[in-house]
């Protein structure tokens, strides 16, 4: 079959009308290629073999790009590589035998258990949005709900007799998830003051308002998480699921059951969880070399 003198532009047409991809996505495969064809220098891509996809591999590495950016340039070379097999220009795909970089799951960022009692501590509680906040933060410690979960709760969701909340997660699944004593009195004393305090005999059907009487953005309350980590001291990185990850870290250093932890959360699939045991067994591994008189 004769070869098509721009492959690059054709592969990323193809990309676009059989997989829809978007314009980002797009110009990232763009981009390595191009990368790759400057390396291979006056080599045309036809002519590329196993070895040469091996040695502009090493170079990246040496170059000093981490596994997921290599992970990624292998990816947009599979990709190429292979439509020009299925397109009959290749007689074979010189990327099939090369292995992808080994990727180590990243642990989610978390908050230690006196790093969570300066956090829930920092609100001013004597302000009615200040209490409001510490009521926010004190029940998405409790329930490790996800943010987006927890600013669209409504009043119905709260069942505060039995102490517990019912959350439509993701999938539209719906669970059950236990409140404690402690996070429970402070929901209902905001709603029996702060919360009539800042709507000022206006309506709302969410639970957690703002002065203009809607419910809080996701990131709003992003934005309060790290005020508050500010004033708290805490310098660690934060993301909008730090407490949640602090949640499912804390329970199980403290002996609570994997599949409870998976089903508190919302995960469909226990392997999303274990990533939670790893967080422990490095806590685990840390206070190990900190203390041990040979660690």
Same mark, same amino acid.
């Given at each position: ?9 054709? %592969? ?5 009308? +059989?997989?829809?991809?978007? +314009?980002?996505?797009? @110009? ?21 073999? &196993?070895? *040469? ?6 170079? =990246? ?6 596994? =997921?950016?290599?992970? =990624? ?6 990709? %190429? ?5 299925? +397109? ?20 989610? *960022? ?13 609100? +001013? ?21 996800? #943010? ?8 119905? &969701? ?6 517990? #909340? ?9 669970r059950l998830v236990p409140v404690g004593e402690e996070a429970m009195e402070w929901l209902e004393n905001y709603m029996q003051g702060a919360r009539i305090d800042i709507l000022a005999e206006r309506q709302s059907d969410f639970l957690f308002v ?13 934005? #309060? ?20 990850? @602090? ?8 002996? @609570? *059951? ?35 008189? =040979?660690?």
């Amino acid at each position: 079959m004769e070869q098509p003198l721009n492959p690059i532009d054709l %592969f990323l047409d193809s990309l676009w009308v +059989e997989s829809g991809l978007s +314009e980002n996505t797009l @110009a990232a495969y763009g981009s390595d290629l191009k990368i790759f064809v400057k390396w291979l220098k006056n080599k045309p891509v036809f002519e590329v073999e &196993q070895s *040469d996809i091996a040695d502009f591999m090493a170079s =990246r590495y040496k170059a000093g790009i981490g596994s =997921r950016s290599a992970a =990624r340039f292998l990816s947009s070379l599979r990709r %190429f590589y292979g439509y020009l097999f299925r +397109e009959g220009y290749l007689t074979i795909d010189p990327t099939e035998l090369i292995e992808a970089p080994h990727i180590g799951r990243v642990l989610p *960022d978390t908050l230690s258990e006196k790093d969570i009692d300066l956090l829930l501590d920092a609100p +001013e509680v004597t302000d009615i949005l200040g209490f409001r906040d510490k009521a926010m933060l004190e029940l998405l410690y409790a329930t490790g709900l996800r #943010v987006s979960e927890l600013i669209g709760l409504k009043f119905e &969701q709260v069942n505060f007799r039995q102490g517990f #909340v019912r959350v439509m997660g993701k999938g539209n699944k719906e669970r059950l998830v236990p409140v404690g004593e402690e996070a429970m009195e402070w929901l209902e004393n905001y709603m029996q003051g702060a919360r009539i305090d800042i709507l000022a005999e206006r309506q709302s059907d969410f639970l957690f308002v703002t002065k203009r009487g809607s419910g809080m953005t996701r990131q709003t309350f992003w934005h #309060v998480i790290k005020r508050y980590a500010k004033k708290a001291g805490i310098t660690k990185h934060l993301s909008p699921h730090t407490l949640r990850h @602090a949640f499912a870290t804390h329970l199980l250093n403290h002996g @609570a *059951d994997l599949r409870v932890v998976q089903l508190l959360l919302g995960h469909s699939d226990l392997s999303t969880t274990q990533i939670y045991t790893h967080i422990a067994q490095e806590r685990l591994k840390q206070l190990h070399q900190q203390f041990h008189p =040979r660690g």
